[in-house]
């Protein structure tokens, strides 16, 4: 079947990988790092209150934790880590000298999360070293969210 131009959906497929800056922890303020780094967080939760899904659905259960997320998904479409890695340092400001201490005062976690589809069992994810520093500085974790 040949679908028409007018009758596409217009939807991108998408991208094979993304990356998010994750700060969760019991006390952890959204607000507080929304104005730390100056940006619209792309997810956010308050320890015992209800939150948006990304659906945009109410969550009928109070968070357990607070959590705040900037990732890249929406900003970059890149199949490769590096050019998502980049927005996040370049738009995050990132490193930061005050970071960790800030986290430490919040009793926060701080990971960065990889997205990763490996549907042809052949592509690594590449995270480059001054990353892996940085996170290493900053007390955080890397995980890679892999696919196949």
Same mark, same amino acid.
């Given at each position: 079947?040949?679908?028409?131009? !007018?009758?596409? @959906?217009?939807?991108?497929?998408?991208?094979?990988?993304?990356? &998010?800056?994750?700060?969760? $922890?019991?006390?952890? =303020?959204? !607000?507080?790092?929304?104005?730390?780094?100056?940006? &619209?967080?792309?997810?956010?939760?308050?320890? $015992?209150?209800?939150?948006?899904?990304?659906?945009?659905?109410?969550? @009928?259960?109070?968070? &357990?934790?607070?959590?705040?997320?900037?990732?890249?998904?929406?900003?970059?479409?890149?199949?490769?880590?590096?050019?998502?890695?980049?927005?996040? @340092?370049?738009?995050?400001?990132?490193?930061?000298?005050?970071?960790?201490?800030?986290?430490?005062?919040?009793?926060? !976690?701080?990971?960065?999360?990889?997205?990763?589809?490996?549907?042809?069992?052949?592509?690594?994810?590449?995270?480059?070293? =001054? /990353?892996?520093?940085?996170?290493?500085?900053? $007390?955080?974790?890397? !995980? /890679?969210?892999?696919?196949?």
């Amino acid at each position: 079947m040949t679908m028409r131009p !007018e009758a596409r @959906t217009g939807k991108e497929p998408h991208a094979r990988a993304h990356a &998010t800056l994750v700060i969760s $922890g019991d006390s952890v =303020e959204p !607000e507080y790092w929304t104005r730390y780094f100056g940006v &619209t967080p792309s997810s956010v939760r308050t320890k $015992g209150q209800c939150y948006r899904y990304p659906s945009g659905k109410i969550s @009928t259960r109070p968070a &357990t934790t607070g959590y705040w997320a900037f990732g890249s998904k929406t900003a970059i479409r890149s199949d490769q880590l590096a050019p998502h890695l980049a927005c996040l @340092t370049e738009t995050l400001a990132l490193p930061r000298v005050d970071l960790r201490e800030r986290l430490q005062a919040q009793g926060a !976690e701080v990971a960065l999360w990889c997205f990763w589809i490996n549907d042809t069992g052949d592509r690594v994810p590449d995270v480059p070293d =001054e /990353i892996r520093a940085m996170m290493d500085a900053i $007390g955080g974790t890397i !995980e /890679i969210d892999e696919y196949q």
